[in-house]
């Protein structure tokens, strides 16, 4: 069966029951949106303040492929598993974009017997916390462009307004457009335009926020661009926008509450993107997940050098956490592709180009252990046609670097496919004192710290920019020089060209652009190609995607 006909096959516990049962929620504290979705108020968050925090595991992966890595369906089928041997245990997951859903990628709610569900409400319009975080995104651009028309009295330049608008879909014809158009009567004409609402700053604040005040006082900060003199800034608090921006937000800061096929309790709860965003969950999510339960496993997306230092380097840094193992998810399908086979005979056992792209999970582990300074799991997400030599060589070259690797089966078997992986990730983190290292110390400048990065985790040798960025980069060190980095860059490799498999060396990371986060708490920079922006293939999604009287949905995946 396809994931959506195993999940819409799957049964639900009303959620309410469940949340009580699991763990003693009462009804009054939960939101519910429909039977099997609810909000958790924050009211109800901030009560679990005085309680130990359980231990937080994250599952990342190898830079990804199209043969599929399978880091969320990982993260659930873990879940389920340490459910299943005893440890009280909650997943904290991303809310999927529906840019990728009707793209390439797809749904980002697990697949096989590893899925959160209601799979359908989850990939689509859930509880409306995409719709929220663009809306309240879009108010702030409309104010702006409204307070130029009546005569902007804060003399804003329009050539230097750094917000654009955002839509939650790939639509590559947005990425660059001209607003006013028509006359006086329509505003100011200037050039804008759109990114996808998983890379607006909102959504970044959203999920680093602690609280409604935080969020406002975040929103206020936002830097919307510069008055004619060139150099003073424009906050969004100057044009009175963030108390209306927070309360559009009123019910999209509270964590979501969903259950996996197995009935354990999962929250998923922002979404940003890993390669052009910060690629992690809610603050309040995992805090709170982490009050709950014994175990939390999480992921940030894409592969160990994006999500999983962007956890580290901003998540975990700015919110005090601390992480006691990692699962880095592979599959030998993904490995041969990294290896130059071609994505047509990825079925095909080729030992030789298997340990060809053996070199980049190695990058990985080796970041992982001695730049994040955690210890970490391999995971091979079985795939039915791998080999015994294939996964046998695995095993072989993880365990010579002193790797435990682990086959794992949840996609086929749910939690009882992952026990194995779940009492090795248990053996690791039981007795652990959670200490890690930041790639990065704080007090160095932003260039270096876009240069470490680029150096110690991509393997390049040199890191340039052209004047403008240096020059911006040099401006904001005085009162941004302590903030954290968060890369844009392509996750389909090490270096800035998506083509470059394996763990390529020697090369040169472009940084073309950077952008800053004043409201998020960290300085984008942009490198090769990136677009915040994203388009649809050839051959999209969504063609598949259909719906029939009855109201069931297919093609979704």
Known sequence: MSDIEIAQQAHMQPIIGLAKERYCIDAEHLDPYGHYKAKLSLEYVNSLADKPDGKLILVTAISPTPAGEGKTTTTVGLGDAMNRIGKKTMMCLREPSLGPCFGVKGGAAGGGYSQ???????????????????????????????????????????RRIQW?????????????????????????????????????????ILCLATSRADLKERLGRIVIGYKSDKVTPVYARDLNAHGAMAALLKDAIKPNLVQTLE???????????????HGCNTVTA??????????????????????????????????????????????????????????????????????????????????????????????????????????????????????????????????????????????????????????????LSLWEKIETIATKLYGAASVTANAKVKGQLAAWEADYGKFPICMAKTQMSFSTNPNAKGAPSGHTVEIRDVRLANGAGFIVAIAGDMMTMPGLPKVPAAERIDIDNNGKITGLF
């Open 116 to 158: 959160v569900v209601p799979m359908e409400d989850i990939n689509l319009h859930f509880t409306g916390d995409f719709h929220a975080i663009g809306v309240a995104h879009n108010l702030l651009s409309a104010l702006i462009d409204n307070h130029i028309n009546h005569g902007n009295e804060l003399d804003i330049d329009p």
């Open 286 to 443: 995992t805090k709170t997940a982490l009050k709950l339960a014994d175990y939390v496993v999480t992921e940030a997306g894409f592969g160990a050098d994006l999500g999983a230092e962007k956890f580290i380097d901003i998540k975990c840094r700015m919110a005090g956490l601390k992480p006691s193992a990692v699962v880095l998810v592979a599959t030998v399908r993904a490995l041969k592709f990294h290896g130059g086979v071609v994505k047509e005979e990825l079925n095909l056992e080729n030992l030789a180009a298997l340990e060809k792209g053996f070199e980049n999970l190695e990058r990985h582990l080796h970041n992982i252990n001695h730049h994040y300074g955690l210890p970490c799991v391999v995971c091979i997400n079985h795939f039915t046609f791998d080999t015994d030599a294939e996964i046998a060589l695995l095993k072989q070259k993880c365990e010579a670097l002193g790797a435990k690797c682990v086959v794992s089966k949840h996609w086929a078997k749910g939690g009882a496919g992952a026990e194995e992986l779940a009492q090795e990730v248990v053996n690791i983190a039981a007795d652990r004192e959670p200490e890690f290292n930041y790639v990065y110390d704080e007090n």
């Open 263 to 277: 009935n354990n309790i999962a929250i998923i709860h922002g979404g940003p993107f890993a390669n052009i965003a």
């Open 164 to 204: 654009k608008r955002v839509v939650d879909m790939n639509d590559r014809a947005l990425r660059n457009i001209v607003v006013g158009m028509g006359g006086p009567a329509n505003g100011y004409l200037r050039e804008d335009g759109y990114d996808i609402v998983v890379a607006s700053e909102v959504m970044a």
